[in-house]
């Protein structure tokens, strides 16, 4: 028998080993940067060809929106809307792609007072805004508040949401 350089049982580890290599978080390209995942989930997906499908071609203030970092040059923002009524008061749901990706912006009007949550289709709240009637946009520093108005809001969407 021959002795070989490069054994049989080593070649057939590596070739079983390989595959396990793709399911790694880096990337070949930058094997040290970080892993950020993709942020469209299930709902988020849904919520967009339900606003798509269901939705209405609105122009809306940008005085919220640019609080909020979503800006259109100061020009009105195109949104798909979709408003519905809860048992504690009018709910409305935005669509928004200024930035060229799809993002939600919640609203509901409390008394003479509108409270606005930016989120992303994965539902995180980015930035909330609270808009009187007759006054300026202010961004809600409160967060406590601000995470369980949205939570309510994003509830509000879950339950109305087809195809739970």
């Known amino acids: 028998m021959t002795k070989r350089n490069f054994p049989r049982r080593r070649l057939l580890g590596v070739v079983l080993a390989l595959p396990l290599g793709a399911c790694s ?3 070949w390209n930058n094997p040290f940067g970080s892993y950020k995942p993709f942020t ?10 339900w606003l798509h499908n269901d939705g ?25 809307q979709m408003a519905k009524d809860g048992r504690d008061g009018r709910y409305v749901i935005s669509l928004v792609n200024v930035r060229k990706i799809h993002e939600f912006v919640m609203h509901r009007r409390q ?6 949550h930016h989120c992303d289709t ?14 300026k946009p202010t961004l809600i520093l409160d967060t ?12 509000f969407w879950f339950a109305e949401m087809p195809g739970r």
């Open 25 to 27: 978080k880096t990337s």
């Open 40 to 49: 469209l989930t299930e709902r988020g997906d849904r919520m967009v060809r």
């Open 56 to 80: 209405h071609d609105v122009m809306m203030a940008p005085e919220a929106f640019a609080v909020m970092g979503l800006s259109n040059g100061g020009r009105d923002i195109p949104v798909m």
């Open 111 to 116: 008394g003479d007072v509108l409270t606005f």
């Open 122 to 135: 994965a539902f995180v709240r980015q930035s909330s805004v609270r808009y009187p009637r007759n006054g």
């Open 144 to 155: 406590a508040f601000a995470e369980a108005d949205f939570r309510q809001q994003r509830a």
